[in-house]
């Protein structure tokens, strides 16, 4: 079961994530979940625990959903590499440092500590910085490759 009903998720999982590989069932949820209501009915009575039960469903499910979702959604995420990445540097197993960086800010959304407002301008300013880093890399290189071509005559 993985359906996200988070739009900046679903976002990042449609545009970033290869989520859709993640093996995950249907029973891994409702498996999860039985054990969290049988955790939070255990403080109560025997008598009282089916209506403290469907209490809790009532209260807490979707929070609870949208909590999986999100701790699914970043080990997907954390495993995965930028495709197009320019600072893999051959090691194709770890992630870069701007994919380490963005990483953190869906930790942070994850554990509801920024908006997805502010983590959606937290990321778009990550990438606008690694772009500037990149256009700038590139002048140099264009006048290293120059120097080395005036120096040659």
Not at 74 to 81: D, E
Request: proline content about 3%; some cysteine; hydrophobic content about 40%.
């Amino acid at each position: 079961m993985y359906i996200v009903d988070d739009p900046t998720l679903a976002l990042i999982a449609r545009f970033v994530g290869e989520t859709h590989d993640v093996n995950v069932s249907d029973a891994d949820f409702l498996f999860g979940q039985v054990a969290a209501i049988k955790r939070y009915v255990r403080q109560f009575p025997v008598a009282e625990r089916q209506s403290r039960a469907l209490q809790w469903i009532e209260t807490y499910a979707q929070d609870y959903r949208q909590q999986w979702q999100k701790r699914l959604a970043i080990q997907a995420l954390a495993q995965a590499r930028c495709p197009d990445c320019p600072l893999a540097g051959g090691d194709r197993s770890a992630p870069c440092a701007v994919h380490e960086r963005w990483l953190e800010l869906l930790r942070r959304y994850a554990a509801n500590e920024m908006s997805g407002q502010e983590y959606i301008e937290h990321a778009l300013e990550l990438l606008n910085a690694q772009k500037d880093r990149l256009k700038v890399s590139k002048i140099r290189c264009h006048l290293q490759c120059d120097e080395l071509t005036i120096g040659d005559d």
